[in-house]
């Protein structure tokens, strides 16, 4: 069965870090663009980032760049977000994501359960 | 504010049929694969559709897709009141160079 078991959200002051982990299992994680997808309470739906199969090419969203950072580990299956300079509107629930190529659209399938991550003092 | 644009909320009675649109522009509709999610609350969202009318195994056939120019839309026929849920299009967006969502349509089975 396919698996997305995200980890490390919690309680971070504004100007804080926090790294969040993606476990996958059931799939050859190296095969997949890997998606960190994001909805604020209340909110929608919006893409973070993504990390091509090798790993080694990474996107971001505008609001997020230069303060965010993808990294996968093939050998553990795992994907990470490392989150930096936290502001209070990037409170919200973290999904992970794997990601299916149709031309050049991403549709994401499955989703991790989330973990949340709330900015404030 | 959404670059795809869904109307925030639509119902119709069991067994009936109700239709989710999401419009975009050249850029993104007009021009990508659009795909769908199915979210309860409280929960993760599921793919319900993806290449604009395909759909995943374990997805019943009350649910279609298609589109049309720069609109693309969902439909649910035979409504449960177990279709109660939020439903998101998505797809990428050839100018900003990444995935765009809609803001969400909120299903009510009356």
């Known amino acids: 069965e396919v698996q997305l078991l995200e980890s490390g959200g919690g309680l971070v002051q504004p100007g804080g870090s926090l790294r969040l982990s993606c476990a996958a299992s059931?799939?050859?994680?190296?095969?997949?663009?890997m998606n960190w997808v994001r909805q604020a309470p209340g909110k929608g739906l919006e893409w973070v980032s993504g990390?091509?199969?090798?790993?080694?090419?990474?996107s971001y969203a505008d609001s997020v760049k230069g303060r965010f950072s993808i990294s996968s580990d093939k050998a553990n299956s795992t994907l990470f977000l490392q989150m930096n300079s936290l502001r209070a509107d990037d409170t919200a629930i973290y999904y992970c994501a794997r990601g299916r190529i149709a031309g050049v659209t991403l549709y994401f399938d499955p989703w991790g359960q989330g973990t949340l991550v709330t900015v404030s003092s | 504010q959404s670059v795809l644009t869904q109307p925030p909320s639509v119902s119709a009675a069991p067994g009936q049929k109700v239709t989710i649109s999401c419009s975009g522009s050249?850029?993104?509709?007009?021009?990508?694969?659009v795909s769908w999610y199915q979210q309860f609350p409280g929960t993760a969202p599921k793919l319900l559709m993806y290449e604009d009318n395909k759909r995943p195994s374990g997805i019943p056939d009350r649910f279609s897709g298609s589109k049309s120019g720069t609109s693309a839309t969902l439909g649910i026929t035979g409504l449960q009141t177990g279709d109660e849920a939020d439903y998101y299009c998505?797809?990428?967006?050839?100018?900003?160079?990444?995935?765009?969502f809609g803001g969400g349509t909120q299903l009510t089975v009356l």
């Open positions: 998505g797809t990428w967006d050839s100018r900003l160079r990444l995935t765009v």
């Open positions: 059931g799939f050859v994680f190296g095969g997949y663009v």
């Open positions: 990390v091509n199969e090798s790993g080694h090419n990474t």
């Open positions: 050249s850029s993104n509709i007009g021009n990508n694969y």
